[in-house]
Nanobody, 123 residues
Framework: QVQLVESGGGLVQAGGSLRLSCAAS???????MGWFRQAPGKGREFVAA????????YYDDSVKGRFTISRDNAKNAVYLQMNNLKPGETAVYYC?????????????????WGQGTQVIVSS
């Protein structure tokens, strides 16, 4: 079982950057790790994921070229570097872990979730 704790959220102006961190209580070396976000009144949406087996990185089209997901298995941590943030990206950002071999963009395929960290992007 894995427990996840996100940090690094906050208030940033449009065009600014934030780096989110996700600390895991257990080993995450065999988990696909993902980041999702949920804006008020909206569903949880996929942002990025990184495979445990290939190290492949996957992004939603809306964040490609601006966000970077990375992992440090030795530290049981996952990161999301977010650059050139936009006001529409204000949301609670969640870290999640999946045991699936195939990297999924669907929240239901992730078994473990953190409590989320708030990101507010002001215009």
């Amino acid at each position: 079982q894995v427990q996840l704790v996100e940090s690094g959220g906050g208030l940033v102006q449009a065009g600014g950057s934030l780096r989110l961190s996700c600390a895991a209580s257990g080993r995450i070396s065999t988990y696909t790790m993902g980041w999702f976000r949920q804006a008020p009144g909206k569903g949880r949406e996929f942002v990025a994921a990184i495979s445990w087996s290939s190290g492949g990185r996957y992004y939603d089209d809306s964040v490609k070229g601006r966000f970077t997901i990375s992992r440090d298995n030795a530290k049981n941590a996952v990161y999301l570097q977010m650059n050139n943030l936009k006001p529409g990206e204000t949301a609670v950002y969640y870290c999640a872990a999946s045991t699936g071999v195939v990297v999924s963009h669907t929240p239901i395929n992730y078994s473990y979730w953190g409590q989320g960290t708030q990101v507010i992007v002001s215009s």
